[in-house]
C-alpha cells in the first residue's frame, strides 16, 4: 500500500580493493548510514514507485526515487548486484518454489517458513543464489542470500559476498536487515516540522522584526535541516540567524525581516534531506508616525514682542494721563484739599 515503508540498518559491510576508488563506485561503504528506508509511493499494476532513503551520521540525509516491475524484475536502480534488477519488493503472495519474477531467468525461492520476525510470526520466503559475472574485464562470483516477507513482498534481509577470480581486486562483504516497518508494526519515518513563535510580527519603521523558527524532531530524526525563505514581495529581506540546524545543536533560529510598508507572507522551508516541511510567518510594517511640529521660532517674538509693546504703550498712557495738567488752570490750595 503507498506509505507503507520498512526500515534496515546494516548489519555488515566490509570492502576491500586494490583498486583505488572501486569500492566507493560500487557504493558498499555505507558504515556511515544511521538510517535507511525503502517506502511505497504508489503502484500501477506490476509497476511500483518507491523510495530509498538514508540518513547519514554527519547529518546530511538523502532521497531517490525508484520504479520497479514486480513482474519482470525491472529496475532502473543498481543495488545489490551489479545489474538493475529489483531485489527490493516482489510481488506479494509469492511461494517457493515460484520465481521471484514472471520471466524465464529469474531465480526460484528455496523454501518458505514460518519465522519469528520483529515479534510476529510470518511466512518468509528465502532466496540464495551464486552467480558468476564480469564487470569491465574482471570476472566475479556472487553469492546472495534474500530472505522476504509473503504477504508484502518487503525485502527482510539480504546477505551478499563477491569475490573477484582474481585475488586482491575486490573482496565484499554485505549484509542488510530489517529493523521496523508499518506494515505490520506501528513504525513511523523518522521526520520533523517547523513552527514560529510569534506567527506574526508587526514592525514600525525601518526596523527588524524577529519570529523564532523552532525545529520539532520526531521519531528519532537526526539529520540536519536546511532553511531558506519564499517571500511574497520583493520589498521585504530576510535573513537568519543561522539557517542550518544540526542534531545536537539548538533547534531554533532567528529569523529576522524588514521591508516597505505593506503586509507580507514569509514562507520558511527546512530541507532535511529526504524530507521536506515550511511554516508561514505574517509581517506587518508600517511607516514610523509622525512627529508633532513645534512653533516656529520666528513667531516667538512677535508674540512676546506685541505682549511687550503693549505693556509699555499702556504704561505710557497711564503716566501721561495722570502727569498732564490742563493749560493756564491755577489750582487753588482749597481746591487741592478737595481733591
Request: aromatic share 8%; glycine share 10%.
Amino acid at each position: 500500500m503507498p506509505g507503507q515503508f520498512a526500515q534496515y540498518k546494516v548489519l555488515k559491510d566490509s570492502c576491500q580493493s586494490s583498486i583505488p576508488g572501486i569500492c566507493q563506485s560500487l557504493a558498499t561503504n555505507l558504515n556511515d548510514t544511521a538510517y535507511a528506508a525503502v517506502q511505497m509511493v504508489g503502484a500501477s499494476g506490476p509497476s511500483v514507485t518507491i523510495q530509498l532513503i538514508s540518513i547519514y551520521k554527519n547529518g546530511t540525509g538523502a532521497r531517490v526515487g525508484g520504479l520497479v516491475n514486480v513482474a519482470t524484475g525491472a529496475s532502473n536502480i543498481t543495488a545489490f548486484t551489479l545489474s538493475t534488477s529489483d531485489y527490493f519488493l516482489l510481488a506479494g503472495g509469492l511461494e517457493a518454489p515460484n520465481q521471484i519474477w514472471n520471466i524465464l531467468s529469474a531465480p526460484t525461492f528455496n523454501t518458505t517458513i514460518n519465522e519469528m520476525i520483529l515479534g510476529s510470526l510470518r511466512n518468509v520466503n528465502f532466496l540464495n543464489y551464486s552467480i558468476p559475472g564480469s564487470n569491465m574485464g574482471i570476472s566475479y562470483s556472487e553469492s546472495v542470500g534474500l530472505a522476504f516477507d509473503q504477504s508484502s513482498g518487503f525485502l527482510i534481509e539480504i546477505n551478499l559476498s563477491l569475490r573477484t577470480t582474481i585475488t586482491g581486486i575486490l573482496a565484499l562483504d554485505f549484509a542488510l536487515g530489517m529493523v521496523d516497518n508499518n506494515v505490520w508494526r506501528n513504525a513511523h519515518m523518522p521526520d520533523f516540522d517547523l513552527s514560529g513563535d510569534p506567527t506574526s510580527v508587526n514592525i514600525v519603521g525601518n526596523t527588524s522584526g524577529n519570529s523564532t523558527i523552532i525545529l520539532h524532531r520526531l521519531y528519532g530524526f537526526s539529520a540536519t535541516v536546511t532553511l531558506s525563505t519564499t517571500v511574497s514581495a520583493s520589498s521585504i529581506s530576510c535573513s537568519f540567524s543561522t539557517n542550518s540546524l544540526v542534531m545536537g545543536s539548538s533547534d531554533r533560529s532567528t529569523l529576522s525581516c524588514r521591508g516597505s510598508p505593506g503586509t507580507y507572507n514569509v514562507r520558511v522551508d527546512g530541507n532535511g534531506g529526504y524530507s521536506k516541511h515550511n511554516t508561514s510567518i505574517t509581517f506587518t510594517t508600517s511607516a514610523a508616525p509622525t512627529s508633532p511640529q513645534p512653533a516656529s521660532i520666528l513667531s516667538m517674538p512677535l508674540v512676546y514682542g506685541g505682549i511687550g509693546v503693549a505693556a509699555i504703550v499702556a504704561a505710557l498712557v497711564a503716566f501721561l494721563f495722570l502727569r498732564r495738567r490742563p493749560s493756564g488752570a491755577v489750582v487753588a490750595s482749597g481746591d487741592a484739599q478737595a481733591l
